[in-house]
């Protein structure tokens, strides 16, 4: 498999993702016990497809390089509430930058990698398979 150039590769770790229920509470926490420190914030919104309006808070704060995401729902229903319904607050998904998103998720999908959500040209949301069921995140790297 060494040579195989179809095969993604990951080469590092830039965002952890967790779902919250009240972001505020989180970052007091995670501030005080494990120093985490500072967090910036922003809020987002829209409709979805089926014009139904939504909203999200989302807190920042960086680890070394590692970017650490809180995500509250505020309003209505966000890809992390079925998240929540089901396993309550916690690690969401992991991100990783890449030079090209839209050639990554081509190419995953491709080897049946169950694609969630893709916005071209800056994200995508797949599903990791196997064992432990987690969701990646490919995210467009800055140029």
């Known amino acids: 498999m060494d ?62 390089p590692v970017e650490i995401e809180l995500v509250q729902c505020i309003e209505g229903r966000i890809f992390q509430s079925r998240f929540l319904d089901t396993w309550g607050e916690g690690l969401h998904h992991i991100g990783c930058y890449v030079d090209d998103v839209d050639t990554e998720v081509k190419n995953l999908v491709s080897q049946g990698v169950k694609l969630f959500i893709h916005d071209p040209g800056r994200f995508a949301y797949l599903d990791a398979g196997g064992a432990g069921g987690a969701i990646f995140e490919l995210i467009q790297k800055p140029q």
């Open 3 to 64: 040579g195989d150039t179809s095969r993604f590769k990951m080469k590092a770790i830039g965002q952890i993702s967790y779902a919250v229920k009240d972001i505020d509470k989180t970052v007091d926490a995670w501030s005080r016990l494990y120093g985490i420190e500072p967090w910036t914030y922003r809020e987002n919104g829209g409709v979805d497809a089926k014009g139904r309006p939504w909203k999200v808070r989302m807190a920042f704060a960086y680890v070394g």
